[in-house]
């Protein structure tokens, strides 16, 4: 595991960004930049990292960058791909798509679909705010139960979809769930994911102060609360083998329970107003979750 | 056929104006309380890695670029051993910070 | 060159193939498939050295198109009506990239109701996205359209649609002469650097959120606003009007045949109407010119090839002084008129010896066009016209009115 003292110094991402203060996908965009080292192309749908990217004519990430539509992420990515291949690029650069949990979970899912059942060859990472936070926070496929969005006012009723799992469901080799509260997991799973060919499949939590309203001094801390409380778990599945990794690894062996969820729910707006009922119906398909994944967890060794 | 025919940005830092501007508190180094300077070599620097506008380098004790900081106050909430505190803007005067105010 | 009984569609890929395409996305649909299967076929042989990629849907073969031309390769899709619709974002955003792609537009009715079969609402339904639309009369046309549309869409950066109608020329044989690789590679150079840099060494972000008005790098230059960028797209649209026609006698020099650039004229010396359309429709009206003129009538016919860019000081030269024209649309500006009819009356507006333009619905959902059909409207055209009719509501061809209830 990368010890924060040996991540690269070299910063692609630009201060002075449009992004809001605290936003956590700042935090994993740094990681996953640095891990790739520059050498990457990223392709990029209508997302907060568009606007994060910058306004014509000046670029906030210092890395090739292809804006793409908002339902395409994979299968542009895919066309980069193939592009590079017929001009004998493709060593120059990982083809690195990126967006949102809209752009993924929802809208982009069927072109995500295609890429990943072909195996196309790039990595994908999708940072999970949570809702469509770009257009004012509407909710998504991957809002959390309970949580209030522009189109939830009472909070949403379902839960979230599970988008590692679906695509574990494809067969590729590589997936990965992550938060960027942890630029050092995120790290390494790129790095891993970077020297493996095939759709390589990242899903990034990535704590967002004004769309989950909290204070942006409390990203880090929310991002280490999910994990604690079992809301996001860090793992990874190689070739069909499942492994908890860092905190939730630790977590995990140490035997201890979970943090309760009320716990992650109080310290944030969007989960004010919810009923006893539905926060001890969150708590028990996070119980449910990290019990599968503690049973299908394989120790490394 | 020229840069311009088609819009391609460079990129460069400050694509949203000083975004010092938007803070209301700014992170101050208390170089006595920071374990990479009590070590004397470049230990922790979780402040650096966690910054999400890359507001900070590395050093013993890491430094801040003010002209672009938020102010988001995750720095100091992060750090360890407490050595960065966040104080009102207005106990700093005007907002118009010479360059070299880092650190 | 060598002489081979094809179908438009298997014209299409050969021309595809000769041009070299690197990458290949596209997804099934009647009209259209049978240009995607041979296609993957021969990059499975190993006979076309391209990437296939078998995507899941239109929007993503367009999309894959995008990604692959923005990195610099020459990339083909072909699709056909609702496959068209679905890929609609993607045909706006492929010509705001400024990105060369071809695609072949098999013309077919659009649904509801489902009808499989031959108009051309699809690719009219497209006309204002910025693509260079080119239209073809037959088998032949379709191959060296296909071929040329390359040229033109690399030299002014814009993508061109091949257009030509389901079945009647998607699925007819027709004898056509098919050059040479080598032929067709001195016409055609290997595609130039493309106007995005993807370079780990020279950092763009390329198609970023840009501002209404133009505003300065970091440099301090001023750079353009959205609406400057599109003005410059729509100049190099424009261009197609002379590079359309250079690429054509291009093609000529290469391989013998020209196709008229911009329009395709026949009979129209003296002709006093002149029968004018898109596609095969054309072919078909050189016969009825030629019928109406054993009837009496000095007929002429004229092709519009390229529909966008619309040739419209090219259609005021051949139509100034003659008493009519008259459109025949497979398609329809629902609530208005035919969308070629409409573009001619607004292109020859208060000039000098203006004619009368009158327009005909005729074909839709692969409804049978007859020459005797087309004959009939053009006698009752004139028969308005000698009536006094200044201005007239298109005339819908064989309307079973009896049925309408
Ligand atoms: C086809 C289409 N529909 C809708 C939109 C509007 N839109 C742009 S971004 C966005 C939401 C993005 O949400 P997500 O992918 O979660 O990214 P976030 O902004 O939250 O980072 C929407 C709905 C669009 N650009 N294109
Ligand atoms: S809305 Fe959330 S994800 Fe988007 S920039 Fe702001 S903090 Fe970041
Ligand atoms: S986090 Fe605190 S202790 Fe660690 S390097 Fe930064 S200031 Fe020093
Ligand atoms: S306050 Fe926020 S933006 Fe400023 S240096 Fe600290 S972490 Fe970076
Ligand atoms: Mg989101």
Redesign the interface.
Known sequence: MTRVSELSTTEYLLSGNRACAGCGLGIGLRAITKALDGKMVLVNPASCLTVLGGMYPISSLDVPWINVAFPSTASSAAGVRAGLRAMRREGEMTVLAMAGDGGTADIGMQALSGAAERDDDFIYVCYDNEAYMNTGTQRSGSTPAGARTTTTWTGKRENPKDVPAIMEAHGIGYIASTNAAFPTDVYDKVLKARDRRGLRYIHMNTPCPSGWSFDPKDTVKLGRLAVDTGVVVLYEIEDGVFRLTGRSASLAKSGKPLVPVAEYLAAQGRFRGVSDETAAEIQSWVDARWAGYGARHTPVG | MSYKTIDMSRPSAGEAGRTGDWRSNRPVMQSELCSAVKAGRLTCQICWSLCPDACISQGMPPRVELEYCKGCGICAEECPTGAIAMRPEREHGTCDLPEADAG | MTTRLMTGNDAAATAVKLARA??I?AYPITPQSPVVEQLSRWVEEGELP??F?????E???L???????????R?FTATSANGLAYMT??IW?AAG??LPIVMCVVNRAMAAPWNVLNDQQDSMSVRDAGWVQLYCRDDQEILDTTAQAFRVAERI?VPVMVCYDGFLLSHTMMPVDVPSPAEVDAFLPPRTAP??????SD?????????ADP????DGAL??GYME?RA?HNA?LLQALEVVPAVDAEWSEAVGRSWGGLVGEYLLDDAEIVLVAAGSLVTQLTLVAETLRAEGVRAGALGIRCYRPFPADALRDRLASRALALVYDKALSYGNEGPICGDLKAALYSMDGEPAVYGAICGLGGRDVTLEHLAQAARDALSDLEAGVAHRAPVWIDLAEGSMR
């Open positions: 690197q990458v996305a391209a990437e990629v078998a995507v899941e849907s929007h993503s073969a999309s894959v198109c995008i990604g692959a031309s923005t990195v610099g390769a990339a974002e993607q955003w990239a400024r950066n106007l995005q840099i993807v370079e780990v950092p763009r972000n390329v198609g970023p959120v840009t501002p505003r300065e790098d970091a750079q353009p960028l410059m190099s």
